[in-house]
């Protein structure tokens, strides 16, 4: 009778097997002494603590012995591979699985393969990805909308960017639905405020319509028209999309725009990536830290007045910020042009078919590998205990 | 991500401890001016921010729009009330869109209900009259998130389901039961957590902690542990452990391995159903006795719970009346000691919490 029913019948979890785990980072070490050297490597080396460090300290940071988590490891090839064995005596139970096999630098292009030949059970699949992987029959798991695309004018070494007109004529010049609907294929959505609407409940108060005729008029006004250079991550594929998809809008307003690659060249752990000083906007991507508004937000305001808002008076935002206060946080910043938000991109994550149990993790939480079992199909090892 | 879930997790302990008791029954309410207190406040404040920036010589004509995943009904209650509030402040409400509205000179008022990550939040734009083209003035407030819901209407084919929310925390628990003690009827609430069994006695209308006692443990527990109450017995039962004594007095319970080992919980055989959680009741219906099982998702969907009637012991049960749905999967389903009753743990997706419900099979002949 078991096997004429259909693959998703199981209900109870079972225990064992191991869980395929492809991501793009390489690491070289999980030494809390080595630092990361890019975002990718900070968030998969965040991923792989999550597993292995029993718990989270309130500033973030990992504490404990390593192995006091769910898993821990027993095989570490820098760069290339890990294998993670589920620890028996965690705090809050055994993993389902029985081990993890972790394998570093893998591109998309192989991810998407491999997920597709089942030779990986899990793998972070880029936004714009997601709806042809999904129409390709893929398992595609896709979060809330938690990683904000902005454009940040660069009003420290821009002249340029330091005329407010300038920077509301390219604001209201973008066609952020066309982002959406053709870059990321419908993969995401428009941004008008710092939060998403799920997270404040009060981002449809912020507009994202595009308006050509009033960026034409603004740019009209302005003389003499500067020639602008937009900035993006050279080894980032959407942001290069989203570049050439805003100087397209632009120039369509008339303004006089060049889209740049540039290379990473922050410091370690700098809020926002420096940028060269010939550039007047640069796309920033900023992943919220916590679902909680107020959290959010003033993440993000730390980036920014330590970045482009440097020297601006901020206004004050008080510990028990209300939903009125966060509106008008953003309100303030935003009314400058200084920082124009763009898109929300959720997290995509591509799953096989065994795969049960992932729930896809909010902002500021793991990936819930200690809860994930695997569906073989057969009863084998359905009733194994730790 | 454990100490930001713990957080919010509090948070939400806070926003339950306040409104167990009371919030349910007022959104339940029939009476669509009928709100909870902590929503009359925040309808409250709204108007006085409203009222603040609007004079109430000329009327509002009040829209109003509901983004949240409140029930057309329960936003209509808000509105409602927003008004009632409004018309307390001396202000004339016009329809909107009405002639009448526009010869009066309204005041334009967007009023929407939208939600956040914590609460639902109230937004009234006001437009302004004599500078059409100014931006709205924006008045904010919250209100606490309180799960409206309205019992689920079965049909009876034959068996009909009901359920009644007895409890609901945001951390784990295994089992409850509900505790008729003198003088009160149902003054007793145990609680069965995986760490800890708490007992909360009713008292002016709310469940206050009375007391707690831990259960020891010497290995972890499995991760998809379970355990339950037996009141009759007088046992509490997880893997490794059996507390014993009556859970009206805890004091007198003490926990440690079980003499007997714990025996595998009895299963129906339902087709299609083989590894969901089920149980056989007491009750009868025709020639069967009532079964009750949960759905064949995966613990990050929402679930239901269908009746079946098990006529042989030989032969699968069949599925008998409409399932009834629920918000999230269900962790675990045990017979009550009323005959055509169990208890099912639900752990609602929408709201993370875990749920406690007494769910009753009704036989329609």
Redesign the interface.
Known sequence: MLAALPARTARRPRYGGTLHVEISATLASLDPAVEVSTPEEAAAKSQIDGLIYDHRDADGTFSGEQGSGPFRVTTWEPGKHATLEANDNFREGRPFVDSIELTMGVSTHDRLLDLQLNKADLAEIPPQEARSASERGMRVSISKPDELLALVFNTADSAASRKASVRQAVAQSIDRAAVVNFILQKTGESAGGLLPQWSSGTAFLFPTTTDPARAKELWSQISPAPKLVLGYHSADPLEQSVAERIVVNAKEAGISITAEAIQNSAPKNAPVRSQASHVDVTLLRWRMPSPHPKDALRDILLLLYAGPLAGVNSTPFPDSASPQDIYNQQRAILDKFTVVPLVWLPQVYGLSARVRDWTVPSPAEQWPLADVWLDTGTDAGADKQP | ?????R??LQFQAVLLAICFVVCPRAVLAQNSAQLPPQWNDAVGQLADKIAADVSPLHPLSLEAKN??SLSPTEATSVRSALESELKNRSFRIAPADSAAATAQSATPVQF?L????????L?A?IESTSEPDSRPQ?????APKVTPGIADQQSNEFLSLDKRLIWQQPGKFLDFALLAGPPEFYSILAILEPERLVAYRSSDSQWKMRKAVAIPHS???????QGTISVENKIVSL?GVQCIGDVLDLDKISCAPPRVLNGARTTVDI???????NVELFARCGSGSVVLA???????QPDSIQGYVHAEADRPATASGTPMDLDGPVTALWAESRENAARAIVRNLKTGNYEGYIVTATCSH
Do not use: C, F, N, Q
């Open positions: 991500m454990r100490p930001s879930r957080l919010h983004m949240s929407t939208a939600e956040s990550a914590e609460d639902y939040v937004v734009e924006i008045a904010i407030v919250s290995k972890p527990w499995p991760r998809d542990l893997p087709p299609g159903r083989e590894r969901s959680l949960s759905g064949t998702g995966d613990w990050t």
